[in-house]
């Protein structure tokens, strides 16, 4: 069912015009055709036709559905699924079977929604362009000659080629909102902490958050209200689960932009060109749009990589050979064993991240980088709470280009890095983030626009993200 959102879907499940079985099997028909796009690296087809011949009986016996019934969904090869294999996309983890389900899998699943498969992604989540995989790369549906951004550009596909209703990725430092730019998708990223990272394979703790991806921000929103809240299997999450939101227009706001940022050489002509139409058409809208002076910006982009890098070094020491996971077959000793098995189950990528992690949190240089980092981290946080004082949003292009070229940036890891510029920030800082894509360069790439809000400001987001969708 194309396009439908989701409580157009649920209408027509309740009225008997279609049926949750009906809607599987069409899915699954969808990912047999698109397989060549390698969203997929495993497909529920046995489980997806059992929930949905459970949900139809419930709706046949008039009894109580879950808010998401009938409602297929995709889940990030990171996110853990009971039963199920999850490898984040890495053959280091290549057969390993979770034992347990992530909180929003479990949550999911109690409101009735259909888990139809785990999707590709850059390998530990990290990239941004879905170059990365152990299993080779997402095509971006609209152009197969390009990437689909990353991490979670198999998330992005799934919801552009209508593989799925909606997705599940997570975000380090743009992992959602950078591929939803990229496939013309909204993509959501809730404030640190909003949702459990209890069953998300950590690539850096402090940073990753699940969200996802959706063809409009009501239904962004309707998944976010079914995985947020507090879990005690995470002690970062938030106390407060969100009521249902109530998203309404609002009438005059005050939005913030960097005039460092849109001046920046780095920028695509088309995609500063839609920004200051954005800009324009806020105003003629009736809202105040102001560029303010962000003199940190520079440090935005290495400060994220000391610190997610720091964090990958160790999350990720925990897959030696040993424990589970890949063991190499060419290990002599038990030393060999170790270096052998990461040396041959990781990727490059990895390996140069978790290389320069181990480097700056290193004796003679941790005051030098990491601890630096950190005092940074804290005065971004600082002056976007002086921000958001006078603004209610924070609005920039969600990345400095439209979808690049495989291979485009590969042999150039600073300009692959630099792709982030602009949505690493709500990941430092915390901040609820969302990508819109309200616009098209002259070859029909989709641009995406970022708004940030403060922190569990979630439905005033989501309330005026709507209002421009359904205007533009």
Same mark, same amino acid.
């Given at each position: 069912?194309?396009?439908?959102?989701?409580?157009?879907?649920?209408?027509? /499940?309740?009225?008997?015009?279609?049926?949750?079985?009906? @809607?599987?099997?069409?899915?699954?028909?969808?990912?047999?055709?698109?397989?060549? /796009?390698?969203?997929?690296?495993?497909?529920?087809?046995?489980?997806?036709?059992?929930?949905?011949?459970? @949900?139809?009986?419930?709706?046949?016996?008039?009894?109580?559905?879950?808010?998401?019934?009938?409602?297929?969904?995709?889940?990030?090869?990171?996110?853990?699924?009971?039963?199920h294999k999850v490898s984040a996309a890495s053959k280091i983890l290549e057969g390993?079977?979770?034992?347990? !389900?992530?909180?929003?899998?479990?949550?999911?699943?109690?409101?009735?929604?259909? @888990?139809?498969?785990?999707? %590709?992604?850059?390998?530990?989540?990290?990239?941004?362009?879905?170059?990365?995989?152990?299993?080779?790369?997402?095509?971006?549906?609209?152009?197969?000659?390009?990437?689909?951004?990353?991490?979670?550009?198999?998330?992005?596909?799934?919801?552009?080629?209508?593989?799925?209703?909606?997705?599940?990725?997570?975000?380090?430092g743009g992992s959602i909102r950078q591929p939803a730019s990229f496939c013309g998708?909204?993509?959501?990223?809730?404030?640190?902490?909003?949702?459990?990272?209890?069953?998300?394979?950590?690539?850096?703790?402090?940073?990753?958050?699940?969200?996802?991806?959706?063809?409009?921000?009501?239904?962004?929103?309707?998944?976010?209200?079914?995985?947020?809240?507090?879990?005690?299997?995470?002690?970062?999450?938030?106390?407060?689960?969100?009521?249902?939101?109530?998203?309404?227009?609002?009438?005059?706001?005050?939005?913030?932009?960097?005039?460092?940022?849109?001046?920046?050489?780095?920028?695509?002509?088309?995609?500063?060109?839609?920004?200051?139409?954005? @800009?324009?058409?806020?105003?003629?809208?009736?809202? !105040?749009?102001?560029?303010?002076?962000?003199?940190?910006?520079?440090?935005?982009?290495?400060?994220?990589?000391?610190?997610?890098?720091?964090?990958?070094?160790?999350?990720?020491?925990?897959?030696?050979?040993?424990?589970?996971?890949?063991?190499?077959?060419?290990?002599?000793?038990?030393?060999?064993?170790?270096?052998?098995?990461?040396?041959?189950?990781?990727?490059?990528?990895?390996?140069?991240?978790?290389?320069?992690?181990?480097?700056?949190?290193?004796?003679?240089?941790?005051?030098?980088?990491?601890?630096?980092?950190?005092?940074?981290?804290? /005065?971004?946080?600082?002056?976007?709470?002086?921000?958001?004082?006078?603004?209610?949003?924070?609005?920039?292009?969600?990345?400095?280009?439209?979808?690049?070229?495989?291979?485009?940036?590969?042999?150039?890891?600073?300009?692959?890095?630099?792709?982030?510029?602009?949505?690493?920030?709500?990941?430092?800082?915390?901040?609820p983030a969302i990508s819109l894509p309200l616009y098209t360069t002259k070859a029909?790439?989709?641009?995406?626009?970022?708004?940030?809000? %403060?922190?569990?400001?979630?439905?005033?987001?989501?309330?005026?993200?709507?209002?421009?969708?359904?205007?533009?």
């Amino acid at each position: 069912m194309p396009n439908k959102n989701i409580s157009e879907i649920q209408s027509e /499940l309740k009225s008997g015009t279609t049926t949750s079985l009906a @809607i599987v099997e069409n899915f699954l028909k969808e990912i047999e055709n698109k397989k060549h /796009l390698n969203a997929y690296l495993e497909v529920f087809s046995e489980d997806a036709i059992l929930q949905a011949k459970a @949900i139809d009986l419930k709706i046949k016996n008039l009894e109580k559905l879950g808010s998401l019934f009938g409602i297929v969904v995709g889940i990030k090869d990171n996110i853990c699924f009971k039963g199920h294999k999850v490898s984040a996309a890495s053959k280091i983890l290549e057969g390993f079977e979770s034992i347990y !389900s992530a909180t929003v899998v479990e949550k999911l699943l109690k409101e009735d929604a259909i @888990i139809i498969g785990r999707l %590709n992604c850059d390998e530990f989540a990290m990239g941004s362009s879905n170059e990365n995989s152990a299993y080779g790369n997402v095509l971006n549906a609209i152009d197969e000659t390009r990437t689909p951004g990353g991490s979670s550009g198999g998330s992005a596909v799934a919801v552009q080629a209508n593989l799925c209703h909606v997705s599940l990725g997570s975000d380090t430092g743009g992992s959602i909102r950078q591929p939803a730019s990229f496939c013309g998708v909204v993509g959501m990223k809730p404030t640190y902490g909003r949702v459990s990272r209890y069953g998300l394979i950590a690539f850096a703790s402090s940073f990753d958050q699940i969200g996802s991806f959706a063809h409009s921000v009501a239904d962004a929103a309707k998944v976010l209200e079914v995985i947020a809240g507090k879990d005690a299997n995470d002690s970062t999450s938030i106390q407060n689960t969100p009521e249902p939101y109530v998203l309404k227009p609002l009438e005059k706001v005050k939005i913030a932009y960097f005039k460092q940022a849109i001046n920046s050489e780095g920028i695509n002509p088309e995609v500063k060109q839609s920004f200051l139409d954005l @800009i324009t058409r806020l105003e003629s809208e009736g809202h !105040s749009v102001d560029a303010i002076d962000f003199p940190v910006l520079d440090y935005l982009i290495p400060t994220y990589y000391v610190l997610s890098t720091a964090e990958a070094s160790s999350n990720l020491s925990r897959y030696d050979g040993v424990h589970y996971g890949f063991r190499s077959p060419n290990a002599a000793n038990m030393e060999e064993v170790y270096t052998k098995s990461r040396s041959e189950g990781f990727g490059k990528e990895v390996k140069n991240r978790i290389l320069l992690g181990t480097f700056v949190l290193s004796a003679g240089y941790y005051d030098a980088y990491y601890t630096k980092a950190q005092k940074v981290r804290r /005065l971004l946080k600082d002056r976007m709470n002086d921000v958001y004082k006078n603004y209610d949003f924070l609005v920039s292009p969600t990345a400095p280009n439209p979808a690049f070229k495989f291979g485009e940036k590969t042999n150039d890891p600073v300009a692959m890095y630099l792709e982030d510029i602009y949505t690493v920030l709500a990941n430092l800082v915390g901040n609820p983030a969302i990508s819109l894509p309200l616009y098209t360069t002259k070859a029909g790439l989709p641009i995406g626009m970022q708004f940030m809000a %403060n922190d569990l400001e979630e439905e005033k987001l989501f309330s005026f993200a709507q209002q421009l969708e359904l205007s533009k």
